[in-house]
């Protein structure tokens, strides 16, 4: 029998896990966070793949033959290498999906319009990962992307206040853009702690899109849809939260992030 592993760089997967067991509550996972080296928005390409390898290894050898990437810029710029260049050279029979591909599922839908605004870490716009796939889905849809490098730092930090006010700003810059928008998609999922305080920020008529529901959603129909993953994992409902640093802070923000208490256990994933 094998876990369902969950990697992030940080703490923002933690929104997504908090509706992936809500969505599959009999399933056995371990969430791994990055913490020691996070932010990955104002990394390199090859540094984020690096640190994104490292992470899924290590849940690899905690049980786990099946990881998603709780990160949109580990999805945007690592996943396609390790699903193409490592896993079918060196871990057959294990999979990495990741969250970009099934939110541009979803988000395409929902605009009317067709003019969605996205706020995501500089990486993840450098990437194109979500105009690509969304073009890919529906060729008619415009999308607009806002680079938010504070968000993260300072939702990492605990400085809420003062995120909801770099919020404020890059909101008004991506509208600025376009009058069309009516929908915002949050490609962060960081940005999930302060979505009451984005939503607040964004005018009534457009709809502000988070990730954790989607995700959920598409991963207990893709265990459906792929039984040789979905059967073989653990049905005792465990929960193991992991990270590379640990403090005080840290379990309180994982906790916020988490919507209940967690105990989060250190993991050594990269060279000192």
């Known amino acids: 029998m094998s876990i369902l592993g969950l990697f992030d760089s940080g703490f923002g997967g933690l929104s997504v896990v908090r509706k992936v067991r809500r969505a599959l509550p009999e399933y056995a996972f371990a969430y791994l ?25 290590h849940l690899f050898n905690r049980g786990a033959d099946l990881v998603v990437l709780a990160c949109n810029t580990s999805s945007s710029v690592a996943l396609r290498r390790i699903q193409q260049q490592y896993l079918p050279f060196h871990t057959a029979g294990k999979r990495v999906l990741g969250i970009v591909i099934p ?3 979803e988000v395409s839908r929902q605009s009317v319009t067709k003019v969605i605004g996205v706020l995501a870490t500089q990486v993840t716009v450098a990437s194109q990962a979500y105009p690509q796939e969304i073009f890919k889905i529906d060729p008619s849809v415009d999308v607009i992307q806002q680079a ?86 653990e049905r005792t409902g465990k929960s193991t939260f992991l990270t590379t640093a640990i403090s005080p802070r840290i379990e309180t923000l994982a906790t916020r992030f988490y919507g209940e208490p967690i105990v989060m256990q250190i993991a050594r994933i990269h060279q000192d």
């Open 33 to 57: 966070g990055d913490n020691a080296r996070t932010p990955y928005g104002g990394l390199s390409p090859e540094t984020i793949y690096q640190y994104t390898l490292e992470g899924v290894l």
């Open 103 to 105: 939110t541009a599922e």
């Open 148 to 233: 938010c490098p504070l968000l993260v730092p300072l939702i990492e930090a605990g400085e809420f206040e003062k995120a909801e006010e770099a919020a404020d700003g890059y909101i008004r810059k991506l509208l600025q853009q376009s009058s069309r928008i009516d929908t915002i998609l949050l490609g962060c999922t960081h940005y999930a702690l302060i979505e009451e305080s984005i939503c607040r920020l964004v005018p009534n008529d457009i709809r502000v899109v988070s990730q954790g529901e989607i995700v959920a959603d598409k991963l207990a129909d893709y265990l459906i849809r792929h039984p040789e993953f979905g059967t073989t994992i």
